[in-house]
């Protein structure tokens, strides 16, 4: 509630978005589509997206000198392009993410973010436009062979993961709740992997695609070639917000349809 009472309402009827798209050099999103229900959101300042992320978290975000780039920021752009708002990247700890959302701080949370039943009480998520596997990290001599050496009768491992993570879930509950092993969390992941390369963690469970990145930057460690488990990732947008949810999930779902989504991806997944 307090998220909206701060909020300034933005009113963009689609007629509206409709006449931006047809001014500018891109075709109108859907010319034939009956401007029925009026794009009517919320943002917390008017006519800007707050997009919360972790922008280390390559390729979906992280710094390229001062700025935030990678997958999750220029579909954010892309959305916040099609809803006629100027895109704002703040940067903080995952942790913090869904918390800044709810509380009025960012409108969207943008992070990789996978979808879960436990966050889906706290937001609502848009439709999901992407996927993730957790993997694991290991330094090249380990002796953890696969993730079942990690869920093995009498297994003692310490496991590194970003803090509140689906990786930091799932290995607490498979492992540490079971007793086979103890989680070490980290704010972030970079944090996890320095503290893998220092030997005070045994491996890091952590998404696929920052994992391929931070082996690349740091010989001497590799990823198993088993994979934890596959996820799918969404934004994340405020329970009390679903005028916006409704805006971002059209202009999202325009960009998976014209093609826009996959070929960010793949400018930053080599295919
Ligand atoms: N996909 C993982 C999660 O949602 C990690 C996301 C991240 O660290 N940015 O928990």
Do not use: W
């Not at 001014?23 to 999103?29: H, Q, S, V």
């Amino acid at each position: 509630m307090k998220n909206f009472k701060k909020a300034i309402i933005a009113v963009l009827a689609l007629a509206m978005l409709f006449s931006l798209a047809a001014c500018g050099t891109k075709a109108p999103a859907e010319s034939g589509e009956p401007s029925t229900a009026a794009a009517t959101f919320t943002t917390v300042t008017d006519g800007v997206l707050i997009m919360a992320t972790n922008a280390s978290f390559p390729p979906y975000e992280y710094y390229e000198g001062d700025k935030v780039v990678g997958i999750d920021a220029e579909i954010a752009a892309a959305i916040a392009e099609k809803l006629g708002l100027e895109l704002k990247i703040e940067d903080m700890e995952f942790d913090s993410i869904i918390t800044a959302v709810n509380g009025g701080k960012a409108d969207i949370g943008m992070a990789g973010m996978t979808v879960t039943p436990e966050r889906q009480e706290e937001i609502n998520f848009t439709t999901s436009y992407a996927t993730g596997v957790q993997v694991v990290i290991v330094p090249e001599d380990s002796n953890i062979k696969s993730v079942d050496d990690l869920l093995a009768d009498g297994a003692s491992h310490i496991i590194g993961v970003q803090r509140n993570t689906t990786g930091d879930i799932y290995t607490t509950g498979d492992i540490e709740d079971k007793g086979l092993g103890t989680i070490d969390r980290y704010g972030k992941g970079t944090e996890a992997v320095m503290a893998l390369k220092t030997g005070k963690v045994d491996c890091v469970v952590i998404d696929n695609e920052p994992a391929k990145a931070f082996v690349a930057e740091n010989p001497g460690l590799k990823i198993l070639d088993t994979k934890y488990i596959e996820e799918q990732y969404a934004a994340a947008v405020a329970k009390d917000n679903t005028a916006l949810l409704d805006a971002i999930n059209k202009a999202l779902q325009e960009l998976i349809e014209d093609g826009t989504v996959k070929s960010i991806i793949d400018k930053y997944i080599a295919a």
